[in-house]
């Protein structure tokens, strides 16, 4: 069984600032793992994901995230915020086998970014 | 513009009937899958779609059904059985499950 752990529910950051959001997970295999962002009464957009190449990996917007098994963590970090970047974020566990349609979706962390 | 549209944006029920939620997508993707979403919890599998006129139960399926009758569409029925049915929803899709999930911009139902 897989799970994942948002480790903050809420994070405030100044513009300009860096962002980091934790997350652990837990997968009896090796996982694939994603990070979506939502904006208010929207879907999912993805940012980034990591299917086992490299560790660190770049998404959209200046995001990226670095797999680290050793510790099962996979952190999305940012070196400096935007207004626009104000949304909900959610880290995402595919587990592995392959061919398991099924996902784990973090509880969510909340940005916010102020002026 | 290829994506994933839902419909309607906003939908208000009264308690005891049941509404159908719509899904569509042109991304010609075999998979698909609906989402509930509650604040501040992580999105919870309601049914997912491998193939057309396929379909399987995913974590809270109890007072919800499901068609598959064409590839492009994957509508969602909330029944009266539901007992607690005012949520945000969410349909997605995926060429396969090795690949990321692609969603639509979600249904917004509210029992009145």
Not at chain 1, 3 to 16: A, I, K, N, Y
Not at chain 2, 81 to 100: G, V
Request: glycine share 6%.
């Amino acid at each position: 069984a897989q799970s994942v752990t948002q480790l903050d529910s809420h994070v405030s950051v100044s513009e300009g600032t860096p962002v980091l959001l934790r997350c652990n997970y837990s997968s009896s295999y090796s996982p694939s793992l994603f990070w979506y962002v939502q904006h208010p009464n929207k879907g999912l957009q993805l940012l980034l994901k990591y299917t086992s190449a490299a560790t660190l990996v770049k998404g959209i917007n200046g995001f990226e995230a670095e797999f680290k098994k050793s510790e099962t963590s996979f952190h999305l970090t940012k070196p400096s915020a935007h207004m626009s970047d104000a949304a909900e974020y959610f880290c995402v566990v595919r587990p592995s086998p392959p061919n398991d349609y099924k996902l784990s979706f973090g509880a969510g962390t909340t940005v916010t970014v102020r002026a | 513009d290829g994506g994933i549209t839902q419909s309607p944006k906003y939908l208000f029920r009264k308690e005891g009937q049941n509404v159908t939620l719509s899904c569509e997508q042109n991304l010609n993707h075999d998979a698909m899958y609906w989402y509930r979403q509650d604040p501040g919890q992580g999105l919870r599998l309601i049914y997912y779609s491998q193939i057309v006129n396929d379909f399987q139960k995913g974590d809270i399926a109890e007072g919800y059904s499901v068609s598959r009758e064409k590839k492009e569409s994957f509508p969602l029925t909330v029944t009266s059985a539901q007992k607690n049915p005012t949520a945000f929803y969410l349909c997605a899709s995926n060429r396969d499950p090795n690949n990321e999930q692609f969603f639509g911009p979600g249904t917004r139902l509210t029992v009145l």
